[in-house]
């Protein structure tokens, strides 16, 4: 952890001329994330996981600050984990109710800066990914993932001016049929869960663009 912190404060400083440093530590740092929610690490002490976890997260904060368009590549690890977190109790602060709380918090302030920061060429493609590969597997988790996804999406539509917009309508459009395709085809829902199929029906893209 104290590791990580360090390389965090070094790409604040040196910026771009970290680039070299970030291809080796990067993917390394995100790897980690993922294991730990997946219940690795176990053996290790509860606060030394949170240390952990929290240091990886404010050095993903620093990388996408200083290089956004670098952390393209791993982008959709990131958002997985962040959406992932959000929904499924994460192995390290199931027992530690402040640590659930500056998880929620860290977390939703890395969302936040990575729609801010990374361009719409960038943080579409990849969102449009993540959905893809969850509306394959419709299930409680998948379908609250989904909503976060197109939550995002729909709060970064609203962001951007009509000349960006303009720039990217063939993508969007694509995605918003697609989303009218999965409205179609899961209108009744398999698994009971109704109420959340249609909080999914009213997220798509045609709510912002009908305002």
Known sequence: GSCIVCLATLCARLKYFAFSHLALCLPTSIKLLLDI??????????????????????FISVAISVMPSFCEPYLENILIF???TKIKKIPLVNNVIKAKEQLKSKIETLISQIAQSCEPRIIFPTLFN???????QIQNNSIKMLILILDLISKIISQIDSKTAAIHWKILINFCIKCLDFRRIHN???FGQIQTTNQINENTLLNNYSN
């Open 37 to 58: 929610l997946k219940g690795e690490y176990i053996h290790v002490l509860d606060k030394d996981r949170i240390l952990l976890v929290f240091s990886i997260l404010a």
């Open 82 to 84: 962040c959406f992932t």
């Open 130 to 136: 993540i959905f893809d590969k969850y509306a394959l």
């Open 188 to 190: 009744i829902d398999s």
